[in-house]
């Protein structure tokens, strides 16, 4: 009899760590605020008879010094530099301010450049605590599938 309660003292043991599952698991959100350096980009471009091509450029280490602030107040600032000139030097040669709208539900994201009056309309690929990705969809050319899709590592502060 002490054998059978022991048997069974132990499977109800084990069915019960077992069989306990951790549903409330919470999925780690990223923010996208922070200061953001591109080190990469995908281009793809898709006909209307499914031919496409893509092309990845990886950034040169000036390049890489270029920035995107995202603020916590849906604003920000995008610092594009360049090697220019005889001596190649690495140079600022674009300041834009931009305001922005990330829904994480969707993941859709849309910046609107100061000045201009036609936003980029894209999508969150990637977010996590070092890297980010960005597919922004140009949609001008209805025979054409456009996509950008932008590689960025978070730049700590």
Not at 46 to 64: A, K, M, N, P
Not at 93 to 107: A, C, G
Not at 126 to 154: C, G, Q, S, W
């Amino acid at each position: 009899m002490k054998k059978l309660a022991l048997l069974f003292a132990g499977l109800s043991l084990m069915v019960a760590t077992t069989a306990c599952n951790d549903d409330d698991e919470t999925v780690q959100e990223f923010p996208i605020v922070g200061t953001w350096k591109p080190v990469a980009e995908v281009r793809t471009e898709v006909d209307l008879d499914g031919v496409g091509v893509s092309d990845e450029i990886t950034y040169t280490t000036c390049q890489q010094q270029s920035t995107w602030v995202f603020n916590e107040n849906a604003s920000g600032k995008r610092t594009d530099k360049d090697e220019v000139g005889s001596s190649l030097a690495c140079t600022t040669i674009n300041q834009r301010n931009f305001t922005y709208v990330y829904t994480k539900s969707d993941k859709n994201f849309e910046i609107k450049y100061q000045g201009t009056v036609v936003s980029e309309k894209g999508q969150v690929v990637d977010l996590n605590a070092e890297t980010m990705n960005i597919k922004f969809v140009d949609d001008t050319d209805p025979t054409v599938y456009k996509t950008t899709t932008r590689t960025f590592k978070r730049i700590a502060q």
